[in-house]
């Protein structure tokens, strides 16, 4: 048996850094521009046309497609780490159980930074996946589209949410929670503002478990299905009829349920109430919508990764892609350094526009900071520190 180590850089492949590196960009907007700025806690993003234009850019563009890409690539990321394992001979459950046990440990450092981590939740779904290792590539999609569809729907019935907050103990009203985390954000104090996580944390995860456990672990088999079936080798040059197909449709189908969920979102927004039977359809296509018109990103930038002029550009955001972890837990940290009270406070003081400013000007930054960092370093910081503790000894870092 090999002894375990972790990929080489001459082993990535460069579209996966790519979509990897835009999904974070997306991640970021969308956690600014909600929960850093209390946008989802303020009864409108700004009243302004470029913040009411701002806002639906961030929820028809980024919200929910990041994420789906973030969760589709480590699914397919697992599929390709058992591939390697099993050609060098390694244990593959040891490999996989390792990573995802230090990556738990990474999430829980994070949970005292912010309430929505994602690490951790992706660290204990991510045992689920070994349960798949060996279902057909067909009964891979079956569990997909169960997996993904029926507990959302289920939970979009009206009553669910609020039954399953009830069973768990949480109020069934969360403006209370809410009111808190905001005085706490705004406050100067950064233990207040640890406090006010922490409080909104139960909150939060009563509202998810009914459904986003489900969700992710339909989004990770998805890729999971991606990977084993390699499609992504070469940067997808081998499969390019595949991805113009998914590319044609997954646009159509995208640009035809954005438009009914924005229709939806206007009538809502104005009042309107849906019958709960119109409730669970506005949920089916909204995710829809999501899944759609992420698979049209993937797809796009797949093919244009084929052209030299778009490859070069693409590249880009590439080193972002090769040091995720990082990236992700320093956007928290700049975050909450720019929008918190004992910080520079900005919370509740832009809207929607300027927390995509901020977005960008933060992602501009560590786009550059990660190419200067690579040109010396094999991984980022976090990369590192994960290699080093799940395969057991000191990663080499330097070039």
């Known amino acids: 048996m090999s002894e375990l180590r972790p990929i080489s850089p001459t082993e990535r492949v460069a579209v996966l850094d790519v979509l990897r590196g835009f999904a974070l960009y997306g991640v970021l907007l969308v956690n600014v521009e909600g929960a850093f700025s209390t946008g989802w806690f303020r009864p409108d993003p700004g009243t302004t046309p470029v913040d009411v234009a701002a806002n639906w850019l961030v929820r028809l563009f980024f919200a929910g497609r990041s994420l789906t890409m973030l969760t589709f690539l480590f699914g397919l990321g697992f599929a390709v780490q058992l591939a390697r394992a099993e050609s060098r001979g390694e244990d593959v459950r040891r490999t996989y159980v390792r990573r995802l046990l230090v990556l738990f440990g990474v999430g829980l450092f994070h949970l005292t930074l912010w309430w929505g981590d994602v690490t951790s939740h992706y660290a204990i779904i991510g045992f689920a996946l070994l349960a798949f290792r060996r279902v057909r590539p067909r009964t891979l999609l079956v569990w997909v589209a169960v997996l993904v569809m029926v507990p959302q729907l289920v939970m979009a019935w009206p009553g669910a949410t ?16 809410r009111d808190a985390v905001v005085a706490g954000i705004r406050s100067g104090s950064y233990t207040a503002a640890v406090a006010a996580h922490f409080q909104m944390l139960p909150s939060y995860l009563a509202m998810i478990v009914g459904w986003y456990p489900a969700w992710v672990l339909g989004r990770f088999l998805l890729g999971y299905y991606a990977g084993a079936r390699r499609l992504f080798d070469g940067d997808g040059a081998a499969h390019l009829p595949l991805f113009r197909r998914l590319f044609l449709w997954s646009a159509l189908i995208g640009v035809v349920s954005t438009v009914i969920v924005s229709g939806l979102r206007s009538k809502l927004m104005a009042g309107y109430e849906l019958l709960p039977i ?54 928290t940290m700049i975050a909450m350094a720019v929008f918190y009270g004992w910080g520079l406070g900005l919370s509740g003081r832009v809207g929607a526009a300027g927390a995509l400013g901020v977005s960008t000007a933060i992602y501009t930054a560590q786009v550059a900071a990660c190419h200067l960092w690579l040109r010396r370093y094999r991984f980022g910081p976090a990369e590192w520190l994960w290699r080093t503790l799940a395969y057991g000894r000191r990663q080499p870092m330097r070039i």
């Open 278 to 331: 119109g409730q669970v359809a506005s949920m089916a296509v909204t995710e829809i919508s999501v899944l759609s018109t992420a698979a049209a990103y993937v797809a796009l930038a797949v093919l244009l990764m084929q052209r030299p002029a778009w490859r070069r550009a693409l590249l880009i955001v590439a080193p972002v892609g090769r040091m995720p972890l990082t990236v992700y837990l320093s956007q």
């Open 162 to 177: 609020a039954a399953v907050r009830t069973a768990l103990g949480q109020p069934a009203s969360v403006e209370a929670v």
